[in-house]
Each structure stands twice: as structure tokens, then as C-alpha cells.
């Protein structure tokens, strides 16, 4: 079984930033990719940004320019730095990870973390 945990929310004013942290751990032999999703009061979640193990990156229209994903493979653990918030930005944001538990199991199970309130004021 794998654990992520998030951290790194909060309550910030418009223009500010916040940084996100999401540690896994477990039975983990690598971690293929990793993102960021956010979902507001309704049933879509939006990805937020993602990243591959070699390090590629991706990122919604809306947030390109203000947000950065990075990973820190040693630690199994993503980041998401945000700056320049905006009030639209509120939202709840959880990780996911696609792990591989073993070296000998080829197959990848997809795994979410718990998420974290991210609330930008006005």
C-alpha cells in the first residue's frame, strides 16, 4: 500500500503564493508519473499540472506562467509552487502518483492523496 500525503495550504491573499508538498511512502519501487489536481465545489477535477519520472512537465492553460511542478525523486516526493494567486485558484488540491510497487511487478497502480485547502482571498 502507498500513502501521499499533502501539505503546504493555507489561507492567502490575491498576488501571494503558497507551496505545496506531496510525500509518498510505502511500498514503492518507482513512481512514474506525478500531478496536481484541484477540485471546487462541484463534481470536476481539473488537472493542475503534472510530471513524468524524467522530469517533462505539463500544465493547464490557467495556470501556466504562475505555477511550477518539481519532484525530488530521492524523497518520492512533488511540489507545486504557486505564486501569483487568484481567487479563482481556491480550491481543494490533491496529489496522485502512478507507483510501481516492485521491481518484479510490471503493473502500476494509481494512487491519491487526501488533498489540501488552498483559499485565496480577494
Known amino acids: 500500500q502507498v500513502q501521499l500525503v499533502e501539505s503546504g495550504g493555507g489561507l492567502v491573499q490575491a498576488g501571494g503564493s503558497l507551496r505545496l508538498s506531496c510525500a509518498a511512502s510505502?511500498?514503492?519501487?518507482?513512481?512514474?508519473?506525478m500531478g496536481w489536481y484541484r477540485q471546487t465545489p462541484g463534481p470536476r477535477r481539473e488537472v493542475v499540472a503534472g510530471?513524468?519520472?524524467?522530469?517533462?512537465?505539463n500544465y493547464a492553460d490557467s495556470v501556466k506562467g504562475r505555477f511550477t511542478i518539481s519532484r525530488d525523486n530521492a524523497k518520492n516526493t512533488v511540489y507545486l509552487e504557486m505564486n501569483s494567486l487568484k481567487p479563482e485558484d481556491t480550491a481543494v488540491y490533491t496529489c496522485?502518483?502512478?507507483?510501481?510497487?516492485?521491481?518484479?511487478?510490471?503493473?502500476?497502480?494509481?494512487?491519491w492523496g487526501q488533498g489540501t485547502q488552498v483559499t485565496v482571498s480577494s
Open positions: 510505502g511500498r514503492i519501487f518507482s513512481i512514474k508519473n
Open positions: 510530471i513524468t519520472s524524467d522530469g517533462s512537465t
Open positions: 496522485g502518483a502512478v507507483v510501481q510497487p516492485t521491481a518484479t511487478m510490471r503493473n502500476t497502480f494509481q494512487y
